[in-house]
């Protein structure tokens, strides 16, 4: 047998596992790096985030990516080349995270990569009636293999298309693994470029667990402060707390097919961007608006549809909603969401249930890969519509 096949094995018996979790998302901000120790598998896994931290992308890595980014047209010489280029950048991001904890990289069991998303495209969202549901993450886990040196399980979301879901949310898995509880209603909202969240009723099988997009997080205000006002983002919300929300353009937002179409569904920034706010501004008279009056409107429609989602899902039990991602820095778009929810539920910080907001979403993908690794082959009977229950990653050996 292959000696890393062998490795493999060792580790997917061990009963605790160092797991390297990475994510890069919509946002382009950066990769998220969280160094797990995770045990059991399951409703039975167990967490400890050892170390975490986000490597802010310089100008140029993201400059590199937007120029293949949610496009529906791009040059594929450039995408070829950043697929690898950015695996490889990755790898070395990992290993300078190693070194400043001083962690010795052949006590890692695995690297979980999610990738970075260059294309999602839903059935719901293209016109090419022969083809299905697609989605395109890129940064190959080849080259981040063997870059560090370590095994890494990469590109889960294909497993997922393939067994009948959208290849996203993902958070599902790990929001119902590690998450849910038998005594507490709780939403898993995140609040990234797109905001998602994860439903667990209290004692909830997998089935009746609901985790979905949601529309708009940060995307159309990063992109709209990015064009527009020479900054990545709207930091603490200094631009848009100057602002005046303008209710017709609101409305026009909210009249976004998306938002109106019934959940579990998935989108992204194909969909919210900045011509989807053209269109709006046209529709509503209002080309001419303020930046600080265009961006008070942007953060009040991210926040109405987040909480419109979420009051729709449960009328008067109470529910505790665990936030995370960078949307939960934003006061004003945190403000908003609690003044529109209904007064059932409580919003509340991923914190409190052990994990950092900005870590999260690196910390699925930590125990998707345990779940590869030491799941139970007999959960693959438990199928839900559109969520299958299937182990999800490929392996790539670093030689
Ligand atoms: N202090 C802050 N004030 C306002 N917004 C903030 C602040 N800190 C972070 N953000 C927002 O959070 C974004 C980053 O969020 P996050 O890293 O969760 O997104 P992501 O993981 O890339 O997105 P997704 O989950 O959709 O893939 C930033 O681009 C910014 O819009
Ligand atoms: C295709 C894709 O990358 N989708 C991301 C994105 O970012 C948030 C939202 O849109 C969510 O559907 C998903 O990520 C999280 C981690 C998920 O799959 O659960």
Redesign the pocket.
Known sequence: MHVHITKLADSAARQSKYIIGL?S???L?GLDIALCRISGHGRATKIEVLQFTTCDYPKEVKDKIRTVFAKPHVDLAYLTLLNGWLGRYHGQLVIQALTQWQVDSKDIDVIASHGQTIYHCPAHQHQYSEFGDGTLQIADADHIAVTTGITTLSDFRQKHIAAGGEGAPLAHYGDYYYFSSDSEHRILL?M???ANLTWLPKGAKFNEVVCSDIGA??TI??AYMYRYCAQ??????QLALQGRIHHELLAQLMSEPFINRLGPKTTGPEVFNLAMLAKAQARSGTCSLSHMDVMATLNAFSARVIAKYINNLVEDEPVTIYAS???Y??PLLVKQIKEALNENFVLASSTELGIDPDAK?AVLFAILANEALSGESDQVQAAAQGKPMVTMGKVSFPD
Not at 232 to 237: G, I, L, R, V
């Open positions: 994510m998302g919509t946002s901000d995140n990234g470029g797109i997080g940060n205000m990063d990545e983002y709207d930091k603490n919300a991602g960078g949307g820095h934003n979403e």
